[in-house]
């Protein structure tokens, strides 16, 4: 008897239908002989169709890791979010976001779909692995966040809940306490950038219109609101720019001044911040 053909057509259709991957949904039909309720109750049997009835609701939970690599030059954050903290805390859900972590520093990929796109273990993707789990686990799992940062020195700050994650890249090497220091400071005070001139336009532009209509709530005339409004947004950049804030572990300093009285060259170069 000669073998069913199973167009592109045909299996993007079960895939809609079911939230299964391509490949599952191939071999479903293959196996089937074409017949799309056998291949759905296939799918089904296996847990794999269910993914498609969590694709409205949200993983919220999961956990978030940050690790560097051996010279401290390159560092990177996954994030492997669930539905749930009973599947978060689960040591295999911890040890399967640490391998997809592992995986991560070792290629440091560009994007996160090219983070997906690696093999996870042989014959099998990292997205892949993802989409399997949706259906072993029984709830909506997905790799919601990858970020990666290079510099000087890198360091990480890893929450003890693992919900929360911060890299830091210093200008110059061999600053691990400050880096350590600096790390926690962006975990605690989460800053919008390093420093004012990284804020993103669009921010500014937000900041000082709500400052003008303050302004203007309080009946200040009209020829002095913009004024106003950049006496607020200079607050703005002191509270939620990372040099410009107050260093917590000492308010009589910002965190340049302090880097600055560690080595008058020791600034940030830049961070990535993921929490759940």
């Known amino acids: 008897m000669s073998e069913v053909k199973i167009s592109t057509a045909d299996i993007q259709k079960l895939r809609e239908m079911t939230g299964a991957g391509m490949m599952d949904c191939k071999k479903a039909l293959v196996d089937a002989e074409g017949d799309f309720e056998g291949a759905i109750d296939a799918l089904r049997k296996k847990g794999i169709a269910k993914a498609a009835k969590r694709e409205d609701r949200e993983a919220k939970e999961g956990v978030v890791i940050a690790q560097v690599n051996a010279g401290q030059t390159q560092g990177i954050i ?3 979010q669930c539905e749930t903290d009973f599947v978060a805390r689960n040591d295999g859900f ?6 997809m972590a592992d995986i ?5 990929p560009a994007s996160l779909d090219g983070l997906l796109d690696l093999p996870f273990e042989s014959g099998v993707t990292i997205r892949e692995k993802v989409g399997e789990q949706n259906g072993v686990i029984g709830e909506k799992i997905e790799l919601g966040r990858y970020e990666r940062l290079e510099g000087a020195q890198v360091l990480t700050y890893n929450h003890s809940n693992n919900k929360r994650s911060v890299l830091v890249a210093l ?9 350590r220091n600096v790390a926690m400071q962006i975990a605690a005070m989460n800053p919008v950038s390093v420093s004012k001139d990284d804020v993103d336009p669009k921010i500014v532009e937000k900041e ?4 003008k209509e303050l302004a203007r709530n309080e009946g200040k005339p009209d020829d002095m609101l913009e004024k106003i ?6 607050k703005f950049f002191q509270e939620n720019t990372l040099l410009s804030q107050k260093f917590v572990k ?4 910002t965190v340049q001044q302090y880097l600055q009285s560690l080595n008058k060259d020791l600034t940030v170069t830049g961070f990535r911040h993921v929490a759940l």
């Open 78 to 80: 996954v994030a492997l």
């Open 94 to 99: 911890i040890a399967l976001t640490q391998k």
């Open 104 to 108: 991560a520093l070792a290629n440091f």
């Open 171 to 179: 200008s110059l090497a061999g600053q691990e306490e400050a880096g």
């Open 208 to 211: 000082i219109e709500i400052g």
């Open 229 to 234: 409004a950049m006496g607020r947004l200079n």
């Open 250 to 253: 000492n308010n009589e300093q």
